[in-house]
């Protein structure tokens, strides 16, 4: 014998699974997507340090907001490539970045012109 149905539960079982599917398109994210962008990001410094000639600590340093396991998987595909296809090594031609900056200003300290040392211990 059949039964009827309330329309109330007709129209959940029909509207739920529309709205469920809708999530996306509200900006709403679930974890596995949220993680392969994470990732995909990761990868994606990664490689960008490694064609610009980056160390990998470097990357780390300059990144610390990304997971580091996807950056070094990044960062390694780059040199793969780069190495296969005989790529050269592609300076970044910004305003440089702050490790470079600090590395420079440390450099800077650490050579002192031969006529102020001479004069110093002069003195």
């Known amino acids: 014998m059949l ?6 539960r007709v129209a959940a079982a029909v509207v ?3 709205a469920i599917a809708g999530c996306d398109q509200l900006g709403i994210e679930s974890a596995t997507a949220v993680a392969a962008k994470k990732d995909a990001d990761g990868r994606a410094i990664g490689a960008a340090c490694r064609h610009a000639g980056r160390a990998i600590e470097d990357c780390f340093g300059m990144n610390k907001k990304a997971d580091k396991a996807a950056v070094f998987a990044g960062w390694k595909e780059m040199n793969d490539y780069m190495r296969e296809n005989n790529l050269e090594v592609v300076p970044p031609q910004g305003g440089g ?3 470079a900056k600090d590395a420079a ?7 002192e012109p031969a006529a102020d040392a001479g004069r110093k211990k002069r003195s």
């Open 3 to 8: 039964r009827l149905r309330s329309p109330l």
């Open 105 to 111: 200003t440390e450099d800077a300290k650490d050579e």
């Open 16 to 18: 739920l699974p529309l």
């Open 97 to 99: 970045t702050a490790v």
